[in-house]
């Protein structure tokens, strides 16, 4: 892979696709008030692999500035030509789609399969949105009154912060971009400090695509919380739509509440994975791969408590350690590894002190459970069984490749024990019995659940969580209503 940090230029050259590393403020690419810079690091081996712009909290202000001037014309824009504009974001994605895989796979981490299909899944995101912008449908009716009509439309919010985290830098960007360009706002989006390149190699295409200027604004920041602070207090502001950890979203929300700001925000997991006895073993086993392993297992969908009925648990155990251990470790953005690093150090730590807790309560490590040497920040696929329920990681979201398992006997048992979270992002349940999939499935307290497959994901269906997982939904028609008003007018006619 070629890359080149052309410092004169401030971009970064990756086969051939070009990163900007400044931020983008009302359509031009510039240093920041202060011109100093972070420096982004490739997990899988320490080195950096660029540096980027550092906004002040003076830049937060001036992309809000950009942002609102940008607003009248971009909402007032026919929805067809926001569809098509949003249509060529797709193509020119999926154009360089194999370049920005391997951006990924740099800045994050994760393991090419894998970055390509994030790729695959960003780009739907701007297809889906090119074809719901023309469809805003709102509603007429006549008053119970029979006096006076009741017409009811839906108008986009106005300026939006975005802010996404680093496991996704992609689709979180795009799941947010793409719906709220289609409702006919604007936005200033914040990716994560450890992950900003894609975002911004994104913007450029978006550019290229015909968004107008100002209509998408992109700052990165050491200073996060000083110049978000200054963003959401901004009148100019309407929405937040936050991606990221929970505790971060809570401080979020107590800091929309001074601006009365709308939010939606997708926050951490803790997915139960239920197999029961009657499960397809060969189905039970690909699914807990894949929502465990997607990403080495760093997403909050991610398979986080993997309860198995007693009948089927030693053969399931077996055939999963048997596959964990076969996966291949190795620097993300090589071919033929199939678990890339975790995103920094500290993540391994975390993963590992998990992993000890669990042992020192009386769980036993199947397969991996120790850090790997570096450099990078690597951790093995780990399979740990007899986790007793006390154990931190079966309240904690792991955030990667462990999975933990924990017997069960009844149905009643499973899905209590499913419930006994703060959490309620995604859940799986096999078995062959349709029955009792759909059954479980509406008892368990999650804004997702997957029957008898390990991926919820998809820009079509509703995403997003219940209980302390979030607010508010992504992708899907509701994904762009959130960034919409609804205008009510009494008409007498
Ligand atoms: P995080 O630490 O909460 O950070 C998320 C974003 O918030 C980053 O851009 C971060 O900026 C920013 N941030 C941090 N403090 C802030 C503040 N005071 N004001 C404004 N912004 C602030 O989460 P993460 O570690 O990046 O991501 C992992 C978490 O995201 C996990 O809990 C995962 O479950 C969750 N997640 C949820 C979904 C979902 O759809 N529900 C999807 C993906 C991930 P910096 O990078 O500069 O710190």
């Known amino acids: 892979m070629n890359t080149t940090d052309t410092t004169d230029t401030a971009e970064l050259l990756v086969d051939g696709l070009t990163v900007p590393l400044r931020l983008l403020i009302g359509g031009a690419w510039t240093d920041g008030a202060r011109g100093d810079t972070i420096p982004v ?33 971009w909402s007032a824009t026919a929805p067809r030509k926001r569809a098509e504009i949003l249509r060529c974001c797709y193509e020119l994605m999926t154009e360089q789609s194999e370049q920005l895989a391997r951006l990924i796979s740099l800045e994050n981490g994760k393991a090419l399969p894998d970055a390509r299909g994030e790729v695959a899944y960003a780009a739907e995101f701007f297809r889906w949105y090119s074809e719901e912008a023309v469809r805003i449908i709102g509603e007429i009716s006549t008053s119970p009154s029979g006096g006076n009509r009741i017409v009811a439309q839906h108008q986009p919010i106005g300026v ?28 200033v989006l914040k990716p994560a400090t450890l ?30 919380g000083a110049v978000m602070d200054v963003v959401l207090a901004d009148p100019r502001v309407r929405k937040l739509s936050f991606t990221g950890s929970t505790e971060v979203g809570r401080h979020l929300l107590k800091q929309a509440a001074d601006n009365v700001l709308s939010c939606s925000m997708e926050l951490g997991g803790n997915a139960p994975f239920l197999v029961f006895d009657d499960a397809d073993l060969d ?10 392993m997607r990403n080495g297992g760093q997403a909050c969908t991610a398979a986080n408590r993997l309860y198995v009925q007693r009948g089927i648990h030693d053969r399931f155990a077996r055939r999963l350690a048997e596959r964990m251990a076969a996966l291949r470790v190795g620097a993300g953005h ?41 450099p990078g920040f690597f951790y093995p696929p780990t399979v740990v069984t007899g986790v007793p329920v006390d154990a931190r990681m079966v309240t904690e979201e792991i955030f990667g ?67 302390h997982s979030g607010l508010g939904r992504e992708g899907a028609h509701e994904g762009m209503l959130e960034f919409t008003e609804t205008k009510y007018i009494a008409v007498d006619w």
């Open 334 to 374: 090589r071919d033929g590894v199939d678990v890339g690093p975790l995103v920094d150090d500290a993540s391994v730590r975390k993963v590992d002190e998990l992993v000890q807790d669990a042992v020192q309560r009386g769980a036993s490590v199947e397969v991996g459970g120790a850090p790997l040497d570096g």
């Open 401 to 467: 490749p462990v999975a933990p398992l924990i017997p069960f006997d009844t149905e009643e048992e499973a899905v209590e024990a499913a419930n006994s979270t703060e959490y309620g992002l995604a859940a799986y349940v096999f078995t062959e019995d349709l029955g009792r999939g759909l059954r479980v499935a509406e008892r368990l307290e999650s804004g997702m659940v997957a029957v008898n497959r390990g991926l919820v994901s998809d820009p079509a269906a509703p995403f997003g969580g219940v209980k």
């Open 160 to 187: 939006c912060a975005l802010i996404t985290p680093w496991n996704f830098p992609a689709a979180m960007a795009t799941r947010k971009l793409a719906p709220a360009l289609a409702a006919g706002c604007t936005a």
């Open 41 to 73: 690091v490739n997990p899988s081996d320490g080195s950096t692999l660029a540096s980027i712009a550092d906004a002040t909290p003076a830049d937060g202000t001036h992309a809000v500035g950009a942002a609102a001037a940008a607003l009248p014309g």
């Open 283 to 292: 189905k039970a086993v690909d699914g807990a791969m894949v929502a465990k």
């Open 195 to 224: 992950t900003p390149l894609t975002a911004l190699a994104i913007a450029r295409i978006m550019t290229e695509a015909g968004v107008p200027a100002g209509v998408v604004n992109v700052i990165t920041t050491s200073r996060t």
